[in-house]
């Protein structure tokens, strides 16, 4: 109703200007165009509203959308319960540290359908009609199913962004250590690294150069066995149930490395020289920085040493007439 | 010039193994006692010719080492902008080539190239050896091996370069810096090969090492091949490069990597055994360092004295005797027999 109007916005109370447009070519060209508002924004009892504190939750029933498979009101809830009992479950409105926590659409927006799923080929509709006399549920039933049937996962470096977003944020990560330590909670040794451990990874290095097919977070930590559930599931590598869980790593290697055995296994994927986390390493870097460093300074060293020595007995720079040795001896001691 | 020990040591083996025949032995004697005791005199009168004068590596050496060099700095320059993606000349660096992902696949085809080079050295040094041994001319001190010389020599060699010692000290073939740098190389190939191939093959890698050793070994790898690839190049740019460019009586540049051929101020100064036994073998060397010996009036005082103390030439003598008697007896054998 009044969203529909371009000019719909305020300047709220910390002086940010905010607009309450909502495009309605645009909306009507998303997954959710047919949502009706309430549906989602329940909250809204009256009209004109009231300021809105509440927000979108996912786990409401579409009152307006049949699930044809059920029969119900078709609805997000299963997800996201799912969702919550992850390690990055939490409530909608949720305070604390675990406000710091993704909710739903911290990952997902209500995306536009592509050129590609809202045009299906003529072929296709005019064999559906011959049944379905409304052409416009021929449409719908494309647009929907298209979809779904593609790809539709993001690519790999999207997701190390998304994942980045909060575990490369050193300010969080080590609010959520300090809490953790205080608390005595169990978490995990590389959760502060874990974002800048994986760039400097052979993945990570991969995946920066642009490549597609290399292992991003999701590809190790959501399960393979069905992985659009498993992102919403997300375990601490410490439950049995993780990919990334020890007994369970050959597997998870063997999505792409097909010969991985446990040895394999055992590389660490989040490789680091931090003391407290990998002493070998931190001292390999060490024992290599003093052995290059000594080498090359005795190496120039002797070069030095050599050259005054050889000067002393008169040796030049450019071999001339025949000679180098051209340059008057300066040893004192009387030749032998 | 009272040859000293190491000398006659490595010449009478010399004259034994190419069994050096009587008249030349007579001329080298006559040479070597005409040779001033202070060598520095020899080296610092003689004439050289930039590009070289005596004979050192075989056209297989040389290849090796153009080889090695043009892979080892293409892989240096390909693989420093893969290690170091985030610096500012990286990023320009790669997309110049067409990408990472084209600098990664020149990066290991030189890396083939390089193996390749490898594993022909290793069949020349082998081979070559081998053929030596068979003739009955390998010496272990005219070859790259460490031996304890070496570090008699190194610390004669900083006695000297220290205003202690008058005479660099006499060194073979390959001295001891060559050798260091030679192993250092030869360590640092071995590194590199295994490092980029943990790289290439970890599950290959991981299949046939222990399982507490795997995981740290490819840490091990990936800090390796990086490290020892900074090592090389910098070992390269300042050590080698100053040794065969830069350095006083090298400068420009030695040509021996391209004609084979070293100056012979050069031989003198730093591989004068070897130097010994270039004397041995070519008649017309003997014939320009008399002439300069000679026209110079460098000619040793004590020459009489000198050639009496030279008993290695006696012995040679001797032993072509003995041998000539043995071949003649082998004859008459022979003979009867038939």
Known sequence: MCHKYPKMGRVDDEGFQKAYYVIPEVFSKTVHRNVPCRDCHYYIKQLPHRPVKEGVRCDRECHSIENPSTGKPFSHKPIYDTFKKSVHGREKLETGLDNDKPYCITCHTNPLYNKEEEAPPKKITDRCVVCHEDEKFAFKWYNHTSRRIREVKRDTQDIIKLCSRCHADQELLARHKKDADDTGREIGEKYTIAAESYQNSFHGKVAKYGNKQVANCLSCHASPDNYYMSVHELRPSRDPLSPVNKNNRVKTCRQCHKTADANYAAIDPHPTDEKELNEFNYYAEIIYGIVGDTALALLVGLSLFETIGRKRDGIAWVLRNGTTWRGRSRRKRKSA | ?338
């Not at chain 2, 399982?211 to 740019?237: G, K, N």
């Not at chain 2, 008649?283 to 110079?296: A, F, G, I, T, W």
Request: hydrophobic share 45%; glycine share 6%; proline share 4%.
């Open chain 2, 1 to 338: 010039m009272k040859l000293s020990n190491d000398a006659n040591k490595v010449l009478g083996t010399f004259l034994r193994q190419y069994k050096i025949p009587t008249e030349d032995v007579n001329d080298l004697e006559e040479i070597v006692s005409m040779m001033p005791e202070d060598r520095k005199q020899i080296y610092k009168n003689v004439q050289s010719n930039p590009v070289g004068d005596l004979f050192r590596y075989s056209v297989h050496i040389r290849i090796q080492h153009l080889l090695t060099f043009t892979t080892f700095l293409l892989l240096a320059f390909t693989g420093l902008p893969i290690h170091y993606n985030d610096a500012f000349w990286a990023v320009p660096f790669n997309d110049l080539l067409g990408g990472v992902e084209v600098t990664r696949v020149i990066h290991r085809t030189l890396a083939t190239w390089m193996v390749l080079s490898m594993v022909y050295h290793l069949f020349t040094v082998i081979g070559g050896t081998l053929q030596k041994m068979v003739e009955g001319k390998f010496d272990i001190g005219r070859s790259i091996l460490p031996i304890l010389k070496d570090a008699r020599d190194f610390a004669a060699d900083m006695a000297y370069f220290a205003g202690q010692r008058d005479n660099r000290p006499e060194m073979d073939k390959f001295m001891y810096k060559q050798k260091i740098h030679y192993f250092a190389a030869a360590f640092g190939n071995i590194v590199m090969v295994i490092s980029g191939s943990s790289f290439l093959f970890p599950e290959f890698w991981n299949s046939i090492l222990p399982p507490d050793i795997a995981s740290h070994f490819q840490e091990m790898m990936r800090l390796s091949h990086p490290h020892e690839a900074l090592l090389a190049l910098l070992v390269i740019a300042f050590w080698h490069w100053y040794n065969v460019h830069l350095a006083p009586g090298r400068f420009p540049m030695q040509w021996t990597f391209l004609t084979g051929k070293l100056t012979r101020e050069h031989q003198i100064e730093e591989h004068f055994l070897e130097y010994l036994r270039c004397l041995a073998s070519l008649p017309e060397e003997r014939s320009y360092l008399r002439e300069v010996l000679v026209s110079k009036g460098l000619v040793s005082a004590t020459k009489e004295i000198d050639a009496r103390q030279n008993f290695l030439f006696d012995q040679h003598r001797q032993w072509i005797k003995e041998q000539t008697e043995l071949g003649a007896q082998g004859d008459v054998l022979e003979d009867r027999q038939s």
